[in-house]
């Protein structure tokens, strides 16, 4: 997306946790999670398991179908990301 910035996994749920009004301690408590874990998946680091799917949509009052939504939409984004950096100057 040229001129916009798409917004990753891990701002989508911060913009979520806070909209909830629960700290990351809060958060990971009830999703029954370490904060360091939660802390993680809101920096995108790693993957992002189905049962924490379910417990982040849970958590944060999201539909089950929009998290998994968002899921596959980074996903998408950072493939393409990878695609485009990996084709040489020539197009080849």
Same mark, same amino acid.
């Given at each position: ?23 990351? *301690? ?21 993957? #992002?398991?189905? *049962? ?6 849970? +958590?944060?009052? #999201?539909?089950? +179908?929009?998290?998994?939504?968002? #899921? *596959? ?20």
């Amino acid at each position: 997306l040229i001129g916009e910035r798409l917004m990753s996994l891990g701002d989508y749920l911060i913009q979520k946790r806070l909209q909830n009004k629960l700290t990351q *301690d809060e958060a990971a408590i009830l999703m029954h999670i370490t904060p360091n874990r939660l802390s993680r998946i809101e920096r995108n680091i790693g993957r #992002v398991y189905a *049962d924490e799917i379910a417990a982040l949509a849970r +958590v944060l009052e #999201v539909p089950e +179908v929009e998290l998994l939504n968002e #899921v *596959d939409r980074y996903r998408n984004f950072k493939l393409s990301m990878k695609n485009e950096m990996n084709i040489s100057p020539e197009g080849k």
